[in-house]
Nanobody, 114 residues
Framework: QVQVVESGGGLVQPGGSLRLSCAASGRIIRFNPMGWYRQAPGKQRELVARMISESITWYGDSVKGRFTISKDNAKNTVYLQMNSLKPEDTAVYYC????????WGQGTLVTVSS
């Protein structure tokens, strides 16, 4: 069974940083493009970062230059380093496979507030 489990969220002040983790099981991330998504209250889920390979990444305009997606193949885990956080980054963050996504995990809540 393919599964993803997100962690690392929390409450952070504007300008702060967080690193989210996504542990995958049942499928090897090394051979699969991965994405980080978020869903803010009252809004649709949106893709914010995508890793096709180690050298091919994409970021949404709202997070470009502040967020970095990476992965540890040995741990089968994807990360999202979030810097210079803004209140508008407040959302539940999810990860998933870009191709043949699995069921959504619980996500991890990020709250940016002073």
């Amino acid at each position: 069974q393919v599964q993803v489990v997100e962690s690392g969220g929390g409450l952070v002040q504007p300008g702060g940083s967080l690193r989210l983790s996504c542990a995958a099981s049942g499928r090897i991330i090394r051979f699969n493009p991965m994405g980080w998504y978020r869903q803010a209250p009252g809004k649709q889920r949106e893709l914010v970062a995508r890793m096709i390979s180690e050298s091919i990444t994409w970021y949404g305009d709202s997070v470009k230059g502040r967020f970095t997606i990476s992965k540890d193949n040995a741990k089968n885990t994807v990360y999202l380093q979030m810097n210079s956080l803004k209140p508008e980054d407040t959302a539940v963050y999810y990860c998933n496979f870009i191709n043949s996504p699995t069921g959504w995990g619980q996500g991890t809540l990020v709250t940016v507030s002073s």
